[in-house]
């Protein structure tokens, strides 16, 4: 395996930046930087057979754009952290992989996920009770379990347990299955939409090189980390290096990142981890 890389699709909270009607200072920047998409991110690698493959976590409303802007061309599979609408509902969007590689993609999500994409896209998951023969999606589904490792073309995705709120999610910590993929950003640990980490998570925090951590904004949120929270976080995780995403316009890119630790940053879209 070689040629690892982690590309950030979006880095935005659910209302993308800029914001619908807003005139903040961090909408209306000139810095590319504090435009953000919904938050999604593309792992893509090239398998011990020489394929390229690529995985996304999330499909953002955002996908098209983001597809074409940071040239997503193929697309193996799909791993899901939860079911809001910013995480999922560029699924439709899939559709053109099939096409381009004839074959179905495997989606894996907790039951709970999988419900609301099948009731949600039930076009495309019942097509066959559509009233016209139309072009969708050709999905198969996989149900996550907390701790039990998927492995992908010599890529290992371990869902962690954490909670958004009182919703309980999933982030992953990614690894080579075995160690012939050598890469100084992995074990990496992606964790989005996270108010709180539980006890028996902290485990698969272990060793970890990169983490990917939501950090909203200074004032408290119900459901999300604030920024103070994810640097103390991120100082316990101990990892290399530390990327926020899922921040709101709050946060401005360039002033945030003055007051940020050495070894932590904000991601932003197009970032792409070697």
Known sequence: MRDFSFKFLGTGTSSGIPVIGCECAVCTSADPKDNRLRT??????????GRPRTVLIDTSPDLRQQALRFGIKRLDAILYTHNHVDHTFG???????????????????????????????GHIFESEKNINQSFVATLIAWPLRVGVPVELHGLRFTPLRVLHGRLPIVGFRIEPVESS??????????????SAIPPETWPGLRHVRTLVLDALRHRHHPTHLTLGQAIGIAHEVGADKTWFVHMTHDLGHEATQAELPESMGLAWDGLVLR
Request: proline share 2%; net charge negative.
């Open 40 to 49: 999604s991110a593309a792992i893509e690698w090239v398998d011990d057979s």
């Open 91 to 121: 699924l439709d969007e899939v559709r053109r992989y099939n096409a381009m590689q004839q074959q179905a993609i495997d989606v894996y999500a907790e039951e709970h996920t999988l419900g609301f994409l099948k009731r949600t896209f």
């Open 181 to 194: 993929l050598c890469s100084s950003l992995l074990p990496l640990a992606y964790l989005t939409d996270v």
